[in-house]
């Protein structure tokens, strides 16, 4: 990994070998974005109102544009990826890309540092967090204070970034505004203007410095999934591809031993054993947990970091989570979704369930009403791929050419079985943190944690990033019209030189006491705001997991462990803080015992059989605060 950093062109460099498609591939591409735009994408009369845009006439504006040129006389091939770029940019949709084609595809461009910010006060602070394995300079390194950017006051700059690229509100602009000064994905950014930037910073002696670095160009670490392919993961993907692309640069750059894990395969130093304050716990999975004990001035609690959702098995991914749930402390856990970009919409909603007793009513969606969406979920009504079903959106995508309803009826992708298969495993309080670059799959994760009450939402932002939807590529839409068997007047053409589209193709909506209201440009709110400090991006979030231990301290913690003798028909059972277990077997009323802390053995009569399902709740102050199931 350091020889492929040492080996990276310049930009310049790197530039010069671009530029290969013809006009007629660029009217491909642009044809084809009007496609995506006016017929699949869910959320364009949202775009339309909240942001006064108009993509449509836009495209047609630039097609018309093209079709005025000759191939002997075109503009630059830059000038046309700007501009295809900043009509995606300008609906403010993290969801919907012009994906750029080769040699762009697959490459970043980035300075050897990141910049983090923290509030001093009411104001904002930039600071030197990281920078690449043997890079110097006078006076530099993790802790130093930035103050200028190409003589532009660095917080003027920020603001500049964010206005640049996609955002649905305010904190997930600035946020993104603030990641891309260093790290751009030109897949789905263009490239900096300029070839070269100028910091301004302050030395550790206090002395103002300057420092001129070259943008860099390499190859990113792959995906984790194929969103082209017709499977299960690519049908329920809920991700903001450039927030996935920026997270797997920034493990290239900066975290090479997490690269080294996963490649191998994952931690082979795996413990049964509960951590204690300061340890971390091994994981099968690096790339996605990162689970340990900390100690704060309120107690000592688990925290575990999810950086992504993106899985193809979620199953996997759940059994990973509630193993590592076993092994942090019962006090309270911190679950810590910053900076996670989402992925699969399924992996994020089977994880609620293991943190709470209620049952799980996952995030519905809606496909917006047009022809072609008609079409698709008529093809795929019955499932004959059996890797689709749009069987419940069909009826209601029909009866709207009678009613003209803008939106199909709502049902969610996540299955409720799944959501509710395994039921809760941790019973300590919970509290969840999240920041402005928590999307797709990860903004649905949040609202459902909201949602059904599991705990508050500590927030190092003001809303999470706002992204509200399923999101399909063209090659997957193409893909969609030629199963089992091709459509011939399908509008999906190919797309020229491993260029691609992305459409947010169906929109979420919130359950219980928000329900019905989207998800995206809203998202979650938090219940309690947390500005990240000087101390938090120096010392591991010392402050943000202080502030995070003091919610834990004041909220109830029960236990409610439950074992089966099957001979015998008795449930030994270990509570705390619960007054009261009801126990079903089957979903069928058996017993309900009066406990108090420590172990009560409870007789179930009839004895259960071998393929029974056993539940039992525990009750607090005449509330289900706690619940444990037990599966053949």
Known sequence: MTKQLGEAPTLSDFLRTAGTLTLAERRTLVQQALVLIEQNYAHLPLKTAMHAVNPVQRLRLLLTRLNRQSDGATDPEWRFHA??????????????????????????AYLPFQIEEYADGSDRRYMITRVVRDFTAPGFGPGTEVTYWNGVPID?????????????????????????????????????????????YTGQDGTALELREQWMVTENLPPFVNADDLDAAAIAQGLDLGGDEMNRATKLLYLP????LEEAGGSTALTTERAVAGQDIPSTLPGFFRARAVGTPSGTFGHIRIFSFNTTDPDAFVTEFVRLLGLVPRAGLVLDVRGNGGGHIHASEFLLQTLTPRRIVPEPVQFISTPLNLRICRRHAANPTRQIDLGPWFASLEQS??????????????????????????????VLVTDARCYSATDIFAAGFQDHGIGPVLGTDDNTGAGGANVWTHALLKSLLEVPTPDPESPYRPLPGGANLRVAIRRTVRVGARAGTPVEDLGVVPDVRHHLTRGDLLHDNIDLLARAGELLAGMPSFRLD?????????????TAGLERVDVFVDNRPRTSVDVADGDTTITVSPTPGPAAWIRVDGYAAGALAAARSLRP
């Open 156 to 200: 003027r700059e920020v603001d500049l970034c964010a206005d640049r690229f996609a955002g649905s509100n305010p904190a997930a602009r600035h946020s993104r505004g603030l990641q891309s000064l260093t790290i751009r994905p030109l897949a789905v950014h263009r490239p900096p203007d300029e070839e070269w930037v100028t910091l301004g």
């Open 257 to 260: 031993e997490v690269v080294g």
């Open 562 to 574: 439950v074992v089966l003798d099957a001979q015998r028909g008795e449930l030994s059972v270990r």
């Open 401 to 430: 050419v009678e009613t003209g309803a803008t939106f199909s009826a709502t049902f969610p992708i996540t299955p409720e079985a799944g959501a509710n298969a395994l039921g809760q495993q941790y019973h300590g309080p919970v």
């Open 83 to 108: 501009e295809l770029s900043a009509i995606f940019h300008s609906v403010r949709d993290l969801h919907t890309n012009y994906v750029l084609p080769q040699p762009f595809a697959g490459k970043i």
